[in-house]
C-alpha cells in the first residue's frame, strides 16, 4: 500500500511540476501539458494565418507570394525552359487550390467562403491559361485540392452525428455547396490526362493547359519520371468515380499496370523513362526524388478503393527495398537508410540520400511497419540536428580519400537547398500517432520554433537556398501552408480535437494525398444517373470504356517449404516472413513502458549517437550556427525534455544516458545465386507451441527457439554479414577474444577444404529479414561438390552442422538434421 501511495505521489508530481515549468520551456519544447499543447498549437494557427494573409494581400490571385519581397510570383513568360519555377505554376492561383482543404483544417471558415466565392466566380476561366505547367505537380496540388475539398464539402456531415458548437458554420458551408468544385476539377482533369493519351500509354510529362502537349518543345517531352507517370492513378481514379467518367482511371491504369509489368526481376522500377521511345532512360532506383509517390499511391490506392492488386503491387516493392535498398535496419542498429540501387543487381548506385526521401517513415507507419519507421526517420532526425533543415541531397558513402572531407566540411552536402519540404514533419507526425512518444512532440516543437524565429520572413516564410551560408530563397511554395504547417498543427492535435482525427471522420476510411489532401471513396459519393450523364457530355468526343471494379491478385508467396517430416519437430511450425509483418501493424514499437511515468523510450536506446560517430565525417554544423550541441539545437539533448522525460529511462548497468560502444568490425554482403531469383526465397519464422525443442544428434548443445528462421533453399540469397575477429567490438558491444573464435574454428572440421581459424561470420540479415541476436538461421542439408583445385566453395559444413561460406564458419546458421 506504501508503495502505491509513492508511486501516485511521483506521478502527480511529475505533472504538476511539468505543468509549473510550462511557460519556461514553451520555446524549446518540453512539457507538453494541456496548457503548452494548446499554446504551441496555437502558434502554429498563427503561422498559418501570417502566410495566409500574405498570400492574400501581396501574391493573390497570382500563384504565389515572394516571403522577402512581398510580391506576386506566377510562372517565367520569358523562358519556357525555366522549368524549376513554371513547372509548379500556371497562372491558377495555386496557393490557393492548394489550400481549400488547408482553411478547413485549421477552421478558417471566412476565409474559406471568399475562397469559394472566388472560384465560383472564375470557374470557366481559372483553367484556360496558355501556360505549360508539370502534370505530376499540378494533378497533386490543384486537382487533388479541389477533390479533397469537394469531397469534404459533400461527405463530411453525410452521417447523423452530433455536431460539435465549432463546426456549425462549416455545417452551413456544407450545406450551400453545390459541388461546383468537382466541375473545376473535371475540366482541369480533361486538360491534364491528355498527357496520358500517347500512342506508348506512357504520359508526356508536361502539357499547356489551353493547347495540350502537341505544340510543347520537344525538350520539355522527353523524361518523365516514375511518380509523375504513376501517381496521378489516386486523383484520376477518384476523378473517374465522383463523375462517372471513366477516361482518367482508364488512362492513369494502362500507364501504371505497363511500367509494373516492365519491372526489373527484382522488382522494382527505374526512376525516369523516355514517353516517345518507350525506354526507360535509367537503370537506378530509391526511394526519394523520381520515384517517391510510386510506393506512396499503391499503397494508398489500395486502402481508398481497396484494391488487393495495387497492395500487392506496395508489399513487393517494399519487400523488394528491404532486400536490396536498406542499409542498416537491423535488431541493432539504430537508423535505416534507403539508398538508390541498380534495379538489375541491387547494387548501390549512387552515395546520397535525399530529402524527398524523408516521406518513406510515414508511408511505412501507414502500412504498419512503424519498427522500420522509426529506423529510418531516426536519419533525417539527425540531420535536422545538425542542419536546422535536411539538405536536398545528403551523401552518407565517403567517396574520395577523407582528408577531402576535412579540408572542405561541407562536402556531403551535394545540394544545398531547403525550400521548407514538409516529408520529414510528415513522418513526425505519422510516427508520432503510432506510438505517443513524446519525443516527436519535441521535434515539432524544434520545428515550430525554427519557423517562427529564422524561417519568418515579412510576407510568409522563405527556406534556404544555401545550407552551408545561410542564404535564403525568396520563395515560398504551396506546400508550405499545405503540407509543413498542416502537418505541424495537426501533430499538436494529441486530444484529436480537430474534425480530422474526430468522430466526424472516424468511418471516411481517409487517408491523406501525397500533397497532404484527406481524400476517401465510399457509395455515398457515388454519382447518380444525371451526374453521370452531365460529365459524360462534357468529356469530349472521344469514348473510354474504363474498367469496372479493381483489380485482384493474390500476394506473393514464397515457395512454401515447410520443415522436414520428422516428429522431433511436430511442435514446431513455419510462417512466411514478409506476409506475417503485413499481416497486423505495429502500434506500440515504442510507446513508453506502462509504468506511467513521464518518459521517452528514445533514451531507452543503447545506440543513440552511433549515427553521429558512425558518419561524423558528413555531419558537420554550418558555420552560422551554434557549434555546441547543447543549446537546443540538438533535439534529443535538449535539457528542459530530458528533464522531464529522461526521468524513468534506466538508471543501471551500462544505461547511463550513453551510447554502447561503436562496431569495429567489417559488415559487408555476399551473394549466393541469382540474385533475380531472390523474391521466391522461402524466409520464415520458426514458432512453437512449447518454449525450445532439443537437438540431440548434433555435437553443438543447439536448441530451435522461437524466432529462430527457416531457410530451406540457399541457391539465392543476399546475406549482410559480420566479419567477427580478435580483438573487434560486435553489433552486439561484446568484445570477440581468441577463445570465442576457437571455441568454433578448432572443433569443425568441413567436408572439403581447411577452416579459417581466425574469423567467423556472423549474418545479420538474409534478404532483408532481420536476424535478432542469439537467434539462428537453420536451414536444409544438401549436397557439397569439393573443387578439385583444393579452393574452398561457395557452401560447406562442418560436421558439427555449421554452414561454412568460403572456408569461413557461419557463426549462426546451423543445417536441421533429419
Given at each position: 500500500?506504501?508503495?502505491?501511495?509513492?508511486?501516485l505521489?511521483?506521478?502527480v508530481f511529475?505533472?504538476?511540476?511539468?505543468?509549473?515549468?510550462?511557460?519556461n520551456?514553451?520555446?524549446g519544447?518540453s512539457?507538453f501539458?494541456?496548457?503548452?499543447?494548446?499554446?504551441i498549437?496555437?502558434?502554429?494557427?498563427?503561422?498559418f494565418?501570417?502566410?495566409?494573409?500574405?498570400?492574400?494581400?501581396?501574391g493573390?490571385?497570382?500563384?504565389?507570394v515572394r516571403?522577402?519581397?512581398?510580391?506576386?510570383?506566377?510562372?517565367?513568360?520569358?523562358?519556357?525552359?525555366?522549368?524549376?519555377?513554371?513547372?509548379?505554376m500556371?497562372?491558377?492561383?495555386?496557393t490557393?487550390?492548394?489550400?481549400?482543404?488547408?482553411?478547413?483544417?485549421?477552421?478558417e471558415?471566412?476565409?474559406?467562403?471568399?475562397?469559394?466565392?472566388?472560384?465560383?466566380?472564375?470557374?470557366?476561366r481559372i483553367?484556360?491559361?496558355?501556360?505549360?505547367?508539370?502534370?505530376?505537380e499540378?494533378?497533386?496540388?490543384?486537382?487533388?485540392?479541389?477533390?479533397?475539398?469537394?469531397v469534404?464539402?459533400?461527405?463530411?456531415?453525410?452521417?447523423k452525428?452530433?455536431?460539435?458548437a465549432k463546426?456549425?458554420?462549416?455545417?452551413?458551408?456544407?450545406?450551400n455547396?453545390?459541388?461546383?468544385?468537382l466541375?473545376?476539377?473535371?475540366?482541369?482533369?480533361?486538360?491534364?490526362?491528355?498527357?496520358?493519351?500517347?500512342?506508348?500509354?506512357?504520359p508526356i510529362?508536361r502539357?499547356?493547359?489551353?493547347?495540350?502537349?502537341?505544340?510543347?518543345?520537344?525538350?520539355?517531352?522527353?523524361?518523365?519520371c516514375t511518380?509523375?507517370?504513376?501517381?496521378?492513378?489516386?486523383?484520376?481514379?477518384l476523378?473517374?468515380r465522383?463523375?462517372?467518367?471513366?477516361?482518367?482511371?482508364h488512362?492513369?491504369?494502362?500507364?501504371?499496370?505497363?511500367?509494373?509489368?516492365?519491372?526489373?526481376?527484382?522488382?522494382?522500377?527505374?526512376m525516369?523513362?523516355?514517353?516517345?521511345?518507350?525506354?526507360?532512360?535509367?537503370?537506378?532506383?530509391?526511394?526519394?526524388?523520381?520515384?517517391?509517390?510510386?510506393?506512396e499511391?499503391?499503397?494508398k490506392?489500395?486502402?481508398?478503393?481497396?484494391?488487393?492488386?495495387?497492395?500487392?503491387?506496395?508489399?513487393?516493392?517494399?519487400?523488394?527495398?528491404?532486400?536490396?535498398?536498406?542499409q542498416g535496419g537491423?535488431?541493432?542498429d539504430?537508423?535505416?537508410?534507403?539508398?538508390?540501387?541498380?534495379?538489375?543487381?541491387?547494387?548501390?548506385?549512387?552515395?546520397w540520400?535525399?530529402?524527398?526521401?524523408?516521406?518513406?517513415?510515414?508511408?511505412?507507419v501507414?502500412?504498419?511497419?512503424?519498427k522500420?519507421?522509426?529506423?529510418?526517420?531516426?536519419?533525417?532526425?539527425?540531420?535536422?540536428d545538425?542542419?536546422d533543415?535536411?539538405?536536398?541531397?545528403?551523401?552518407?558513402i565517403?567517396?574520395?580519400k577523407?582528408?577531402?572531407y576535412?579540408?572542405?566540411?561541407?562536402?556531403?552536402?551535394?545540394?544545398e537547398?531547403?525550400?521548407?519540404?514538409?516529408?520529414?514533419?510528415?513522418?513526425?507526425?505519422?510516427?508520432?500517432?503510432?506510438?505517443?512518444?513524446?519525443?516527436y512532440?519535441?521535434?515539432?516543437?524544434?520545428?515550430?520554433?525554427?519557423?517562427?524565429?529564422?524561417?519568418k520572413?515579412?510576407?510568409?516564410?522563405?527556406?534556404?537556398?544555401?545550407?552551408?551560408?545561410?542564404?535564403f530563397?525568396?520563395?515560398?511554395?504551396?506546400?508550405?501552408?499545405?503540407?509543413?504547417?498542416?502537418?505541424?498543427?495537426l501533430?499538436?492535435?494529441?486530444?484529436?480535437?480537430?474534425?480530422l482525427?474526430?468522430?466526424l471522420?472516424?468511418?471516411?476510411?481517409?487517408v491523406f494525398?501525397?500533397?497532404?489532401?484527406?481524400?476517401?471513396?465510399?457509395?455515398?459519393?457515388?454519382p447518380d444517373e444525371?451526374?453521370?450523364?452531365k460529365?459524360?457530355?462534357?468529356?469530349?468526343?472521344?469514348k473510354?470504356?474504363?474498367t469496372?471494379?479493381?483489380?485482384?491478385?493474390?500476394?506473393?508467396?514464397?515457395?512454401?517449404?515447410?520443415?522436414?517430416?520428422?516428429?522431433?519437430?511436430?511442435?514446431?511450425?513455419?510462417?512466411n516472413?514478409?506476409?506475417?509483418?503485413f499481416s497486423?501493424?505495429?502500434?506500440?514499437a515504442?510507446?513508453p513502458e506502462?509504468?506511467?511515468?513521464?518518459?521517452?523510450s528514445?533514451?531507452?536506446?543503447d545506440?543513440l549517437?552511433?549515427?553521429?560517430?558512425?558518419?561524423?565525417?558528413h555531419?558537420?554544423?554550418?558555420?552560422?550556427?551554434?557549434?555546441?550541441?547543447?543549446?537546443?539545437?540538438?533535439?534529443?539533448l535538449?535539457?528542459?525534455?530530458?528533464?522531464?522525460?529522461?526521468?524513468?529511462?534506466?538508471?543501471?548497468?551500462?544505461?547511463?544516458?550513453?551510447?554502447?560502444?561503436?562496431?569495429?568490425?567489417a559488415?559487408?554482403?555476399?551473394?549466393?545465386?541469382?540474385?533475380?531469383?531472390?523474391?521466391?526465397?522461402?524466409i520464415?519464422?520458426?514458432?512453437?507451441?512449447?518454449?525450445?525443442?532439443?537437438?540431440?544428434?548434433?555435437?553443438?548443445?543447439?536448441?530451435i527457439?522461437s524466432g529462430?528462421?527457416?531457410?530451406?533453399d540457399?541457391?539465392?540469397?543476399?546475406?549482410?554479414?559480420?566479419?567477427?575477429?580478435?580483438?573487434?567490438?560486435?553489433?552486439?558491444?561484446?568484445?570477440?577474444?581468441?577463445?570465442?573464435?576457437?571455441?568454433?574454428?578448432?572443433?569443425?572440421?568441413?567436408n572439403?577444404?581447411?577452416?579459417?581459424?581466425?574469423?567467423?561470420?556472423?549474418?545479420?540479415?538474409?534478404?532483408?529479414?532481420?536476424?535478432?541476436?542469439g537467434?539462428?538461421?537453420?536451414?536444409?542439408?544438401?549436397?557439397?561438390?569439393?573443387?578439385?583445385?583444393?579452393?574452398?566453395?561457395?557452401?560447406?559444413?562442418?560436421?558439427?552442422?555449421?554452414?561454412?561460406i568460403?572456408?569461413t564458419?557461419?557463426?549462426?546458421?546451423?543445417?536441421?538434421?533429419?
Amino acid at each position: 500500500m506504501l508503495f502505491g501511495i509513492t508511486y501516485l505521489l511521483l506521478y502527480v508530481f511529475q505533472v504538476v511540476f511539468a505543468e509549473i515549468r510550462t511557460e519556461n520551456y514553451v520555446k524549446g519544447g518540453s512539457a507538453f501539458t494541456p496548457s503548452h499543447i494548446n499554446h504551441i498549437k496555437n502558434q502554429t494557427r498563427q503561422l498559418f494565418k501570417h502566410a495566409w494573409s500574405s498570400y492574400m494581400e501581396y501574391g493573390f490571385p497570382f500563384d504565389e507570394v515572394r516571403p522577402r519581397s512581398c510580391e506576386p510570383y506566377g510562372p517565367d513568360y520569358n523562358d519556357v525552359f525555366n522549368i524549376v519555377r513554371n513547372d509548379a505554376m500556371g497562372n491558377i492561383s495555386s496557393t490557393l487550390l492548394d489550400n481549400l482543404d488547408t482553411l478547413i483544417i485549421f477552421g478558417e471558415w471566412e476565409e474559406l467562403e471568399k475562397a469559394l466565392t472566388y472560384l465560383r466566380k472564375e470557374k470557366n476561366r481559372i483553367f484556360d491559361k496558355d501556360t505549360i505547367v508539370q502534370v505530376f505537380e499540378t494533378t497533386i496540388r490543384a486537382l487533388g485540392g479541389l477533390l479533397s475539398s469537394h469531397v469534404l464539402l459533400t461527405d463530411l456531415f453525410s452521417q447523423k452525428r452530433e455536431i460539435p458548437a465549432k463546426f456549425t458554420k462549416l455545417k452551413q458551408i456544407c450545406d450551400n455547396y453545390d459541388g461546383f468544385l468537382l466541375e473545376m476539377a473535371h475540366d482541369l482533369g480533361k486538360r491534364l490526362v491528355v498527357a496520358f493519351d500517347t500512342k506508348s500509354n506512357l504520359p508526356i510529362p508536361r502539357v499547356n493547359l489551353a493547347t495540350g502537349w502537341k505544340k510543347i518543345p520537344s525538350q520539355l517531352k522527353k523524361e518523365t519520371c516514375t511518380s509523375g507517370a504513376t501517381s496521378p492513378i489516386l486523383e484520376f481514379s477518384l476523378l473517374s468515380r465522383l463523375t462517372g467518367d471513366p477516361q482518367f482511371e482508364h488512362l492513369i491504369q494502362l500507364t501504371f499496370s505497363k511500367l509494373w509489368t516492365s519491372r526489373s526481376a527484382l522488382n522494382l522500377l527505374p526512376m525516369t523513362i523516355d514517353p516517345k521511345k518507350n525506354l526507360w532512360l535509367d537503370s537506378i532506383t530509391g526511394i526519394g526524388a523520381s520515384v517517391d509517390s510510386f510506393y506512396e499511391y499503391a499503397a494508398k490506392h489500395s486502402i481508398i478503393f481497396n484494391d488487393d492488386y495495387m497492395w500487392n503491387v506496395f508489399s513487393s516493392s517494399y519487400k523488394s527495398l528491404l532486400s536490396h535498398s536498406a542499409q542498416g535496419g537491423g535488431n541493432t542498429d539504430y537508423e535505416l537508410i534507403f539508398s538508390n540501387i541498380n534495379v538489375n543487381d541491387g547494387l548501390i548506385a549512387t552515395s546520397w540520400i535525399d530529402s524527398l526521401g524523408a516521406f518513406f517513415p510515414g508511408l511505412q507507419v501507414l502500412t504498419g511497419q512503424v519498427k522500420d519507421a522509426m529506423k529510418t526517420h531516426a536519419t533525417y532526425l539527425k540531420l535536422w540536428d545538425y542542419f536546422d533543415s535536411i539538405p536536398e541531397r545528403w551523401e552518407f558513402i565517403t567517396v574520395g580519400k577523407v582528408s577531402d572531407y576535412e579540408d572542405n566540411q561541407y562536402k556531403s552536402i551535394l545540394l544545398e537547398w531547403y525550400p521548407l519540404r514538409p516529408e520529414f514533419i510528415e513522418s513526425t507526425y505519422y510516427l508520432y500517432r503510432a506510438t505517443r512518444d513524446p519525443m516527436y512532440l519535441q521535434i515539432g516543437s524544434r520545428i515550430l520554433e525554427l519557423l517562427s524565429t529564422k524561417y519568418k520572413a515579412k510576407c510568409g516564410f522563405n527556406g534556404i537556398q544555401d545550407i552551408r551560408s545561410g542564404e535564403f530563397q525568396n520563395r515560398m511554395e504551396t506546400f508550405v501552408m499545405g503540407e509543413t504547417l498542416k502537418y505541424l498543427y495537426l501533430l499538436f492535435d494529441v486530444d484529436n480535437d480537430e474534425f480530422l482525427h474526430g468522430d466526424l471522420m472516424s468511418e471516411k476510411g481517409w487517408v491523406f494525398s501525397t500533397e497532404a489532401h484527406p481524400m476517401w471513396f465510399n457509395k455515398r459519393l457515388l454519382p447518380d444517373e444525371s451526374t453521370r450523364s452531365k460529365y459524360s457530355s462534357l468529356s469530349g468526343k472521344k469514348k473510354y470504356t474504363g474498367t469496372e471494379g479493381t483489380h485482384h491478385s493474390s500476394p506473393v508467396t514464397g515457395t512454401g517449404y515447410g520443415l522436414p517430416k520428422n516428429k522431433k519437430y511436430d511442435n514446431f511450425f513455419t510462417k512466411n516472413h514478409f506476409k506475417a509483418r503485413f499481416s497486423q501493424c505495429e502500434t506500440t514499437a515504442r510507446q513508453p513502458e506502462s509504468s506511467g511515468l513521464l518518459a521517452s523510450s528514445f533514451y531507452k536506446s543503447d545506440n543513440l549517437f552511433h549515427f553521429d560517430h558512425k558518419f561524423s565525417k558528413h555531419l558537420v554544423r554550418p558555420h552560422y550556427l551554434p557549434q555546441t550541441h547543447l543549446d537546443g539545437s540538438y533535439i534529443e539533448l535538449s535539457k528542459p525534455f530530458f528533464d522531464i522525460y529522461g526521468l524513468a529511462a534506466p538508471q543501471k548497468g551500462h544505461h547511463h544516458f550513453q551510447s554502447s560502444r561503436p562496431p569495429s568490425t567489417a559488415s559487408y554482403d555476399i551473394i549466393l545465386g541469382n540474385v533475380s531469383e531472390m523474391d521466391g526465397a522461402e524466409i520464415s519464422e520458426l514458432y512453437s507451441t512449447h518454449n525450445s525443442h532439443p537437438i540431440t544428434n548434433l555435437h553443438l548443445n543447439k536448441t530451435i527457439t522461437s524466432g529462430d528462421l527457416w531457410v530451406p533453399d540457399l541457391s539465392s540469397l543476399r546475406f549482410k554479414v559480420e566479419k567477427l575477429t580478435h580483438g573487434n567490438i560486435d553489433t552486439t558491444n561484446s568484445l570477440i577474444d581468441e577463445s570465442y573464435i576457437a571455441s568454433m574454428t578448432q572443433r569443425g572440421i568441413s567436408n572439403c577444404c581447411r577452416i579459417n581459424e581466425d574469423e567467423l561470420l556472423r549474418i545479420l540479415k538474409v534478404n532483408g529479414v532481420p536476424l535478432s541476436p542469439g537467434a539462428v538461421i537453420w536451414t536444409r542439408t544438401f549436397s557439397i561438390q569439393c573443387p578439385k583445385d583444393g579452393s574452398s566453395p561457395a557452401l560447406d559444413i562442418t560436421d558439427d552442422g555449421r554452414l561454412v561460406i568460403y572456408g569461413t564458419i557461419v557463426e549462426n546458421m546451423l543445417v536441421l538434421p533429419l
